[in-house]
């Protein structure tokens, strides 16, 4: 295994952040209403690594360290798990396990479709994020994995419905995910190697 002691890391920082909110729960310092303030936290945080993950390409090309790739498989699991965890958390708090409930619900807030079909495609990157799936779809691995581009646009739509009162928030993770999928045109990705190449140059010439 290579860089086992940043996986490690990795591993335990994210851990640690829902642990972290549970023990928030457990302590009542979660606001007045608990459940729904971990349904949000929860999908944030998905969001948040789905960006990490797919940031993890182009600062290998900008820093030229295998390390960034070598963890893109571990937090795209950590978001597929912090989405399951995201729709575990409303089915329990927001419908109460009322499935009843969940087609009044779907017929009035379609951003739960939304937000649906960007779990199902997780699942189908979880499932198949394995060297076995790889060699078994051969080239159709990349192109079915280039669905991430398309989950996060799915992402991104769920939250505008959800904080549509809030813009400004939503703006900033779009304007995010806006840069990453800039960094993954070809002509641009091709830029960041040169811009790593002429840093070392610089530095090598300063000293």
């Keep these: 295994m290579r860089f086992p002691l940043f996986r490690l890391m990795v591993f335990i920082v994210v851990a640690a952040v829902p642990l972290y909110w549970l023990y928030e729960a457990w302590a009542f310092a979660l606001g007045p209403d608990p459940g729904k303030t971990l349904v949000d936290r929860l999908g944030l945080g998905a969001l948040v690594l789905l960006f990490i993950t797919l940031a993890m390409t ?3 090309k900008l820093t030229g360290w295998s390390g960034w790739i070598v963890t893109r498989r571990q937090l795209g699991l950590w978001c597929f798990a912090f989405v399951a965890l995201h729709l575990t958390a409303y089915c329990v ?3 109460g396990l009322d499935w009843a409930q969940l087609g009044v ?7 739960i479709i939304v937000g649906a079909l960007g779990f199902i495609g997780l699942l189908a990157l979880a499932l198949t994020s394995n060297r076995y799936s790889q060699r078994r779809l051969g080239r159709r691995w990349k192109k079915l994995h280039r669905a991430v581009y398309g989950i996060l646009a799915l992402g991104l739509l769920h939250m505008l ?3 549509r009162a809030d813009l400004k928030e939503w703006s900033l993770y779009a304007l995010i995910g806006a ?6 045109i070809p ?4 830029v960041l190697p040169r811009i790593r190449t002429k840093s070392a140059n610089t530095v090598i010439n300063a000293q």
């Design 187 to 190: 002509v641009v990705a091709a």
């Design 58 to 60: 182009p600062m290998q």
């Design 93 to 95: 708090f927001i419908l």
């Design 105 to 111: 619900e779907l017929s009035k807030r379609p951003y």
């Design 161 to 163: 419905w959800v904080v």
């Design 179 to 184: 840069v990453l999928m800039c960094l993954r």
